[in-house]
């Protein structure tokens, strides 16, 4: 496994004409952006955690039948300090950095004071998102790096906190049909009273060297439950008309995180799983800012990646991936994913598989409704509400799918009712080697795997004038540790989930988390 997810990639900064075997289709215009660590080491000083390496850009771009490949590192301000210093000089998630011995005492006592209160590292390897019609490489703290999507050049960095009072902000934002985006971020520290804040910026919000975040709108807050304990959240669910926020008992511990850098640990350990709480499920009009009154909640989970929602005479229906723990972190630290594959499975069998749930919530509860009675009139759903004594509703979900993770769908079906989810089969490994299709009405699932090789995150990209939800293609990098091999762009059929071409890449391409198409302007 080392040999490909932990070592050091390479920059291929102008662009490769890949050698396309199979078709693809003409209409397919536009490019495929994907971001993920890409640098684990710098000198003699090493990263702890995969999801600490600095972030790797990629760029896929189709035009006429051709595929071509380039990719950059962020320059972020991180990248530039570590690489100047030649050894990591920035702290990560999962790397504590204390300053040079060598400093003098004031150099020293000031870095010291300067981690009372953390400024985050803008190492944004993460995903790409969208404000207006600015592109930029995110995280999830309160720093962004605006890129160019053309040359994946970094044009510069922004603070959510010089627009709007956030110390953390998801990389999951999601995109009405107007073009407006939505997104979500924790006000922890220094910010006035700690909160959840949904935010708006405008679809018309870019303007000529002026950031998309000056418009930005903040639709609503919600009050933590527990003021040193705010849930960690990596996305959220939207509708036609609500946000679904999962307020899981996964939860960061201020005081720790406060204290982390005194204390010799690193902000990961800075979260905790604390199985004996409940789950709230938070919906809010996404027009009018206001809650819906009723106190949803389940039991226990731990979730990073919602796959849909949408509403159904009177329900707001979301589905996501559960865990029942929270040690999918642990097995990205580098020391697990070093170890052989079979060595890597024995050792990691209480790591918890994901789960593809759905959960019901009816929107319209009455207080007079019968206590223990099922609130679901949703003939086909199993997922049940079911109301308490004290009038609040315990939700438990149906379950669709077994391991899967980093789920798509057709975008043009986010917020509405739909069949279908793309995804990558995780097994007992943090890799997946598989992408699957997933049908929610038949139950079914079709797979494309081959052999010593390691598909990212299914991208959906629509037909021209699509009718039928699955009507296009899935696109997928995909390396190896074959050297007989070479990292190929897959492109599948989304029907029949049949191969229709491979773009061979004569470059050095490595593995990412998530992306965004862009396609072609017509």
């Given at each position: 496994?080392?040999?490909?997810?932990?070592?050091?990639?390479?920059e291929?900064?102008?662009?490769?004409k890949?050698?396309?075997?199979?078709?693809?289709?003409?209409?397919?215009?536009?490019?495929?952006l994907?971001?993920?660590?890409?640098?684990?080491?710098?000198?003699?000083?090493?990263?702890?955690?995969?999801?600490d390496?600095?972030?790797?850009?990629?760029?896929?771009?189709f035009?006429n039948?051709?595929?071509?490949?380039r990719?950059?590192?962020?320059?972020s301000?991180?990248?530039k300090r570590?690489?100047?210093?030649?050894r990591?000089?920035?702290?990560?998630?999962?790397?504590?950095?204390?300053?040079?011995?060598?400093?003098?005492i004031?150099?020293?006592?000031?870095?010291?004071?300067?981690?009372?209160?953390?400024?985050f590292?803008?190492?944004?390897?993460?995903?790409?998102?969208?404000?207006?019609?600015?592109?930029?490489?995110?995280?999830?703290?309160?720093?962004?790096?605006?890129?160019?999507?053309?040359?994946?050049?970094?044009?510069?960095?922004?603070?959510?906190?010089?627009?709007i009072?956030?110390?953390?902000?998801?990389?999951?934002?999601?995109?009405?049909?107007?073009?407006?985006?939505?997104?979500?971020?924790?006000?922890?520290?220094?910010?006035?009273?700690?909160?959840?804040?949904?935010?708006?910026?405008?679809?018309?919000?870019?303007?000529?060297?002026?950031?998309?975040?000056?418009?930005?709108?903040?639709?609503?807050?919600i009050?933590?439950?527990?003021?040193?304990?705010?849930?960690?959240?990596?996305?959220?669910?939207?509708?036609?008309?609500?946000?679904?926020?999962v307020?899981?008992?996964f939860?960061?511990d201020?005081?720790?995180?406060?204290?982390?850098?005194?204390?010799?640990?690193?902000?990961?350990s800075c979260?905790?799983?604390?199985?004996?709480?409940?789950?709230?499920?938070?919906?809010?009009?996404?027009?009018?800012g206001?809650?819906v009154?009723?106190?949803?909640?389940?039991?226990?989970?731990?979730?990073?990646?919602?796959?849909?929602?949408?509403?159904?005479?009177?329900?707001?229906?979301?589905?996501l991936?559960?865990?029942?723990?929270?040690?999918?972190?642990?097995?990205?630290?580098?020391?697990?994913?070093?170890?052989e594959?079979?060595?890597?499975?024995?050792?990691?069998?209480?790591?918890?598989?994901?789960?593809?749930?759905?959960?019901?919530?009816?929107?319209?509860?009455?207080?007079?409704?019968?206590?223990?009675?099922?609130?679901?009139?949703?003939?086909?759903?199993?997922?049940?509400?079911?109301?308490?004594?004290?009038g609040?509703?315990?939700?438990?979900?149906?379950?669709?799918?077994d391991?899967?993770?980093?789920?798509?769908?057709?975008?043009?079906?986010?917020?509405?009712?739909?069949?279908?989810?793309?995804?990558?089969?995780?097994e007992?490994s943090?890799?997946?080697?598989?992408?699957?299709?997933?049908?929610?009405v038949?139950?079914r699932?079709i797979?494309?795997?081959?052999?010593?090789?390691?598909?990212?995150?299914p991208?959906?990209?629509?037909?021209?004038?699509?009718?039928?939800?699955?009507?296009g293609?899935?696109?997928?990098?995909?390396?190896?540790?074959?050297?007989?091999?070479?990292?190929?762009?897959?492109?599948?059929d989304?029907?029949?989930?049949?191969?229709?071409a491979?773009?061979?890449?004569p470059?050095?391409?490595?593995?990412?988390?998530?992306?965004?198409?862009?396609?072609?302007?017509?």
């Amino acid at each position: 496994m080392q040999s490909i997810f932990a070592i050091n990639g390479l920059e291929t900064p102008e662009p490769v004409k890949a050698q396309v075997e199979g078709s693809i289709p003409s209409w397919l215009q536009g490019t495929l952006l994907r971001n993920g660590p890409g640098l684990f080491s710098v000198g003699s000083s090493e990263y702890n955690h995969w999801f600490d390496g600095m972030s790797l850009l990629h760029s896929f771009t189709f035009a006429n039948g051709e595929v071509t490949y380039r990719s950059k590192f962020l320059k972020s301000d991180t990248y530039k300090r570590n690489i100047k210093a030649n050894r990591i000089v920035v702290s990560e998630f999962g790397t504590m950095i204390y300053p040079d011995p060598c400093k003098n005492i004031f150099s020293r006592a000031f870095t010291h004071l300067s981690n009372i209160i953390p400024d985050f590292t803008d190492n944004n390897l993460i995903n790409i998102i969208r404000y207006g019609q600015d592109y930029y490489a995110s995280s999830e703290v309160n720093y962004i790096n605006q890129i160019d999507p053309a040359t994946l050049e970094t044009v510069g960095r922004i603070n959510y906190r010089n627009h709007i009072a956030l110390n953390l902000a998801t990389a999951h934002p999601h995109y009405d049909d107007e073009g407006n985006t939505y997104n979500m971020g924790t006000a922890i520290m220094g910010l006035g009273l700690p909160k959840y804040v949904i935010f708006k910026v405008p679809a018309d919000a870019s303007e000529r060297k002026k950031p998309a975040l000056r418009k930005v709108q903040q639709v609503c807050s919600i009050p933590f439950r527990s003021t040193l304990f705010p849930s960690y959240f990596h996305s959220f669910g939207m509708t036609d008309n609500y946000i679904v926020f999962v307020e899981q008992p996964f939860k960061l511990d201020i005081v720790k995180l406060a204290t982390a850098y005194f204390r010799g640990v690193n902000w990961g350990s800075c979260l905790k799983f604390d199985e004996d709480d409940i789950t709230l499920f938070h919906v809010v009009n996404r027009k009018t800012g206001r809650a819906v009154s009723t106190r949803f909640y389940g039991d226990a989970l731990v979730v990073f990646h919602h796959i849909n929602a949408y509403e159904a005479d009177g329900h707001v229906v979301f589905d996501l991936i559960a865990y029942n723990n929270s040690n999918l972190y642990e097995m990205f630290y580098i020391r697990n994913m070093r170890q052989e594959t079979d060595d890597f499975v024995q050792t990691n069998k209480r790591f918890a598989p994901p789960v593809c749930q759905r959960f019901v919530l009816p929107l319209d509860v009455h207080k007079d409704a019968p206590r223990g009675s099922n609130l679901v009139t949703l003939a086909d759903m199993t997922a049940q509400a079911v109301m308490r004594e004290d009038g609040s509703v315990y939700c438990q979900p149906e379950t669709l799918f077994d391991g899967l993770e980093l789920p798509g769908i057709n975008y043009n079906f986010n917020a509405k009712k739909y069949r279908y989810f793309y995804g990558s089969r995780m097994e007992w490994s943090p890799h997946p080697n598989k992408i699957a299709k997933f049908d929610i009405v038949t139950r079914r699932h079709i797979e494309w795997q081959q052999e010593n090789c390691f598909p990212s995150e299914p991208v959906f990209v629509a037909s021209p004038g699509a009718v039928e939800e699955d009507d296009g293609v899935i696109l997928s990098s995909v390396i190896s540790p074959d050297p007989n091999i070479s990292p190929f762009m897959l492109v599948l059929d989304a029907k029949t989930f049949e191969e229709i071409a491979q773009a061979s890449i004569p470059a050095n391409v490595h593995m990412d988390l998530h992306g965004y198409f862009i396609p072609a302007a017509v």
